[in-house]
């Protein structure tokens, strides 16, 4: 009876379980997480499907990662962006690429090479007369959970800072008043800006590169994506995609 207990006990965790780098057809699957509340870089489309560069690059990467001499296959997992950070290091997902920039705190995760330049700039309401960043001093700001936007928001002098998880609430706070303005990468701000009747502040409050991360220990995946970038940004398919998605 212990036997079959075992047995039984063994194959409940192994259905259970959702191991990330599994085996998938002989070739290691990825599993990767993504906030898709950030155009352009992830989000849904009408048809519910993700896009954006950050999902174009990623299948550009893995067929980089393969042709030297990798076997892998990936999927996107969607995650409030403050969650994959925590997703990374308790193993729920092998990869994060969702815009992020360098954070020093983040002491168990692997950052990448660069694959992107960015910055964070200040958006706000199409009638405002904010034009600089020294007139959001004092004022309501907000910036994304989990982002260096938040860090840059509580630079400004005074300023009354709220984070929230998805960026879309931040622009319809900003949109019905609720905030003065909001902290964003300057390709989603400028792509809010297009599409929701907005304005950006043309002042950078921070500028970094944006980076792929996953968790301290994975040093031969992480060798095999940089190497896939820096194959990656100097082709011109990487010129192509960005021209493609404006970031």
């Known amino acids: 009876m212990k036997k079959l ?15 990330c780098g599994s085996s998938s057809n002989g070739k290691t699957e990825l599993l990767i997480g993504v906030s ?15 896009v954006g560069f950050d999902i174009d690059m990623t299948k550009e990467l893995v067929k980089i990662m393969n042709k030297n001499g990798g ?15 925590s997703s990374i290091t308790s193993d729920q997902v092998d990869l994060g690429i969702s815009g992020f920039t360098y954070h020093k705190d983040w002491k168990n995760i692997l950052w990448s090479h660069a694959y992107n330049t960015s910055e964070q700039i200040a958006l706000v309401k199409g009638d405002s007369t904010f034009s600089k ?13 989990g982002a260096t936007g938040v860090d ?5 002098k005074g300023a009354q800072v709220t984070t929230v998880k998805d ?4 622009v319809e706070t900003l949109k019905s008043g609720g905030l003065d303005a909001v902290v964003l990468d300057g390709a989603v701000a400028e792509n809010y800006a297009k599409n929701a009747g907005l304005k950006m502040i043309d002042e950078p409050l ?4 944006n980076m792929i991360i996953t968790k301290k220990g994975n040093d031969k995946l992480m060798k095999d994506v940089n190497k896939a970038v820096d194959e990656f940004v100097k082709s011109d398919k990487y010129n192509e995609l ?3 998605w404006g970031c």
């Open 152 to 156: 840059a928001a509580k630079d400004i």
């Open 206 to 209: 921070i500028k970094e590169e």
């Open 36 to 50: 898709p509340d950030y155009p352009p870089y992830e989000s849904y489309n009408n048809k519910k499907e993700m």
């Open 242 to 244: 960005k021209t493609k």
């Open 71 to 85: 076997n892998y296959s990936y999927k996107f997992k969607a995650l409030s962006f403050d969650a994959i950070s």
């Open 133 to 145: 960043a020294s007139d959001l001093e004092g004022k309501k700001i907000g910036a994304q959970l």
């Open 5 to 19: 207990l075992s047995v039984v006990l063994v194959m409940l965790l192994a259905v259970g379980m959702t191991g």
């Open 167 to 170: 960026a879309k609430i931040l």
